[in-house]
């Protein structure tokens, strides 16, 4: 098991480019995230995925765009990047609530983050 | 907004027991609390989690108040690697995102 799978881990973007950050996750969750960082502040949710082809908006979408074609994979869009996206971006995936067990560690599994600055 | 509350650091010394405390007066009865914590620049990890009773695993034990308003993560014996942000998250409702708040920052001094 790899678990969560982040590609880039580092991307040094010029203002207006676009790219895609990558994640993949081989552990068959339902449920997958993306938050950001800031530097010394906390992770803000940015997207979510309770299924393939169902995505929802967390607390700071804007500037973003997702998609979820299939279980493993929960690409993250920058369209028109910005000097204020500059942030950790980490990617998590999590069990759905009726299959969770006790005594197993479940819960949520974050990627390693890709560290992106826009210059 | 994050419905739990924690002190913004704490210190504790190497070798020493960490009790990191939370507030969450407002949790319902179908809502877990949950910790992780993040060591510098890496994603959050998974600690423990549970409903009302204490719990204890391998990394910690999580005491949960009888009335589940409060809880405290307990880190047996703190080492230097165990310097990191702690969050405590309260989960449940139907709604499986996680929106972090501040956390407490542990110090391990050695």
């Known amino acids: 098991n790899a678990g969560v799978t982040q590609t880039p881990k580092f991307r040094i973007l010029k203002i207006g480019q676009s790219m895609t950050l990558q994640c993949t996750q081989d552990?068959?969750?339902?449920?997958m995230y993306w938050y950001r960082q800031d530097p010394g502040m906390g992770l803000k949710l940015i997207y979510y995925?309770?299924?393939?082809?169902?995505?929802d908006k967390g607390e700071v979408p804007n500037g973003y765009n997702v998609s979820r074609s299939t279980t493993e994979d929960f690409p993250l869009r920058l369209e028109l990047a910005a000097p204020s996206q500059t942030s950790v971006y980490f990617c998590?995936?999590?069990?759905?609530?009726?299959?969770?067990?006790?005594?197993?560690?479940?819960?949520?599994?974050f990627g390693s983050g890709t560290r992106l600055t826009v210059v | 907004d994050a419905k739990t509350t924690q002190p913004p650091s704490m210190d504790c010394a190497e070798g020493r027991a960490a009790n990191l405390p939370c507030n969450h007066s407002t949790i319902s009865g179908n809502e877990y609390v949950y910790w992780y914590r993040q060591i510098h620049s890496q994603g959050p990890q998974y600690i423990i989690h549970?409903?009302?009773n204490n719990e204890t695993n391998e990394m910690a034990s999580l005491i949960i108040t009888e009335d589940r308003k409060s809880s405290t993560l307990i880190l047996p014996h703190a080492t230097l690697r165990d310097t990191a942000v702690y969050y405590c998250?309260?989960?449940?409702?139907?709604?499986?995102?996680?929106?972090f708040g501040k956390g407490t920052r542990l110090h391990i001094l050695p």
């Open positions: 552990m068959n969750h339902n449920y």
């Open positions: 549970g409903l009302k």
């Open positions: 998590a995936s999590s069990y759905i609530r009726s299959d969770r067990r006790r005594g197993a560690n479940y819960g949520y599994t």
């Open positions: 998250i309260v989960i449940g409702g139907g709604d499986d995102k996680i929106i």
């Open positions: 995925s309770v299924g393939a082809g169902i995505t």
